[in-house]
């Protein structure tokens, strides 16, 4: 069997607060899950390649299964692998990733006793090595994933998406999304960038990520898209801070800013992930690079009309294609 789209990336356990709303406490998430249901909003075949420990929820596969999402690629390692991951957002959509407790108590919710000993800050990770233990390695990969069409990497340290981008080229995939991991989004990691984005389809950095890459060096954001496309990199997604893209394509140096899909969100978490996921799921169906993004737009506002990576499948299943025939109408060519 030849799974056509792999998304790589880590699992989380995931406590949220959202704006408004009661908490959602120890639900499937991380960036993986995000954009692997925004993925499979439009897409029927899409399989995890992940790392989890022993301790992570294995009756979560099969709430996976159910979801349409094939779990064959999650290597369970023989160990506790830190997994809980927190965020709460005010009414401002203001993220804080700190003193859960505080946040809980202070918004009237009693305080999960599994984050007792939670802490948002993390070990200092070396993007030129291997090092964090739940980055999915070459090693995991079962032999049936090779061959497949469409990979897409969410964030995870650079030296993990390098070779696995790597490894799935040497094996014929002709279509790699890469997810940029904001800690290796620095100047001094510029020559391993151009080493992850050499070959790769679409890059999907922020405005913010790509600037302090080139800061002092430009100002001007579309040469910094033509920079990173000159990496051999086809296409440049830029996700940009007042909302919508900047898109560059390196083969025509064609230009396009889309507008993001008018949309009033209830919880911003995990959207910038859907938007990824569904800009890979968009261009495997039509290889069109602007009807990618309007793609991933409508998957990013669907994703925060509510909380957790599951609730896209709780939308009415014609939503997604009367946003997508919506959004058509706002591309503006520059």
């Known amino acids: 069997m030849k799974h056509t789209l792999i998304y790589a990336g880590e699992l989380k356990q995931h406590y949220i607060i959202p704006p408004s709303g009661i908490p959602h406490s120890n639900v499937p998430g991380g960036d993986l899950l995000y954009a692997a249901t925004g993925g499979k909003l439009w897409v029927d075949s899409i399989t995890l390649l992940a790392r989890v420990g022993e301790n992570y929820p294995s009756e979560w596969f099969s709430d996976f299964a159910k979801l349409g999402l094939n779990s ?30 505080s946040s809980y108590l202070n918004n009237g919710y009693g305080f999960p006793k599994e984050l007792l000993n939670y ?67 620095e100047q001094r990691y510029l020559p391993e960038i151009k080493n992850l984005l050499n070959g790769i389809t679409i890059f999907t950095p922020t405005e913010s990520q790509v600037r302090k890459v080139f800061w002092g060096s430009t100002n001007d954001l579309w040469e910094m898209a033509e920079r990173i496309s000159g990496y051999e990199c086809e296409f440049v997604v830029i996700k940009l801070e007042k909302g919508g893209q900047a898109v560059f394509e390196r083969a025509t140096k064609n230009k396009w800013q889309i507008p993001a899909y008018p949309s009033n969100i209830k919880d911003p978490s995990g959207c910038s992930a859907a938007f990824a996921g569904g800009v890979t799921a968009g261009f495997y169906l039509t290889f069109d690079i602007v009807e990618a993004v309007l793609y991933g737009n ?32 706002q591309i503006k060519r520059i």
């Not at 290597?75 to 709460?88: A, D, G, H, L, N």
């Not at 957002?89 to 700190?98: A, E, G, M, T």
């Not at 090595?129 to 650079?158: F, M």
């Open 119 to 185: 802490s948002s800050d993390k070990e200092i990770t070396d993007q030129k090595k291997l090092s964090n233990i739940n980055s999915p390695r070459i090693s995991d990969i079962p032999e049936e994933l090779l061959g497949a069409k469409v990979l897409h990497l969410s964030p995870l340290e650079l030296m993990s998406q390098t070779q696995l981008a790597s490894f799935f080229q040497q094996n014929n995939t002709t279509i790699i999304t890469v997810d940029p991991h904001p800690d290796y989004m």
């Open 72 to 101: 064959s690629g999650i290597r369970v390692m023989p160990q506790y692998i830190e997994s809980k991951t927190f965020e709460s957002y005010d009414q401002h959509l203001v993220k804080n990733i700190k003193n859960p407790a």
């Open 298 to 329: 409508v998957t990013s506002s669907i994703c925060s009309d509510g909380t957790g990576a599951a609730y896209i499948f709780e939308t009415l299943p014609d939503l997604a294609r009367s946003r997508l025939k919506l959004h058509r109408e």
